[in-house]
């Protein structure tokens, strides 16, 4: 397994559909002009459109809660380009609400055979090297779309979130977390940085697992037992997101 092909429930003739999508949508992209993001529509299959409602639904719950976003895994950047476009929708003024991606850009830094089994191997979802500078320019230009974009409100932490987390919080002591997304996949960085933040949340804090109850991946699952409590949390689920779940923080 890697960073190409990820672990999804498709048959081979399904995963012979999205390669011809994309293949597809590859010749389409240089016609479409200066129109080419309104276009991108063509290309966007239900599993995506469905992750977007998602994070939408979710991002409305913290409106009301100060703090910052903090995403625990963040590979290419997908989410936190939607979550920058979001927070340009619904608090386009408000510039305390930063949002941080913590991610080695290297794949999983370990793995730990008992807790997350002999499938995964160190290096996994491993993105091309030097990404962060490509996501780095990309979430500035989407900012740059959304109002007081002179003041940054995102910061990229490279590296592995069992270590990083502790400098980030030592060196942001006034920061609040309103919602942390979890997609480490693995056990030790989800135990390690769950037990980092618990001082930082606040009733209100949303929590977004998004491996949990996922046979593949149990070392999620494992560290949220560990650290929170299965029967402490009041998890919820989203209909068309089968892997993820999330819980208020109360």
């Known amino acids: 397994m890697n960073a190409k092909r990820e672990i999804t429930g498709r048959t081979e003739a399904e995963e012979g559909l999205v390669d011809e999508l994309q293949s597809t949508y590859a010749d389409l992209l240089p016609k479409f002009g200066q129109s080419w993001n ?28 100060p703090g910052v976003i903090c995403e625990f895994g963040v590979q290419w950047g997908a989410t936190l380009a939607l979550l920058t476009n979001l927070r340009g929708i619904y608090e386009p003024y408000n510039y305390r609400r930063s949002i941080v991606g913590f991610d080695t850009f290297a794949g999983f830094p370990s793995v730990d055979p008992v807790n997350d089994g002999a499938h995964l191997n160190e290096g996994d979802y491993r993105v091309e090297e030097g990404h962060e500078q490509v996501l780095e320019r990309l979430l500035t230009l989407h900012e740059a779309n959304a109002p007081i974009s002179h003041i940054r409100k995102f910061e990229l932490v490279k590296g592995d979130a069992s270590e990083t987390v502790h400098k980030w919080l030592d060196d942001n002591k006034h920061a609040i977390i ?52 299965l029967n402490n949390l009041r998890l919820q689920h989203f209909p068309h997101q089968p892997n993820c779940a999330w819980a208020v923080f109360e």
């Open 38 to 65: 309104g276009h991108t529509l063509v290309a966007l299959t239900r599993q995506t459109l469905s992750r977007a409602l998602y994070y939408d639904q979710l991002y409305r719950k913290i409106v009301g809660v």
């Open 178 to 229: 309103s919602m942390a997304i979890f997609d480490m996949d693995i056990y030790k960085p989800t135990k390690d940085v769950l037990e980092a933040i618990m001082p930082r949340l606040t009733k209100g804090s949303v929590l977004v697992f998004d491996e949990l109850n996922v046979l593949p991946f149990p070392g999620e699952t494992i560290a949220v037992q560990e650290v929170l409590g």
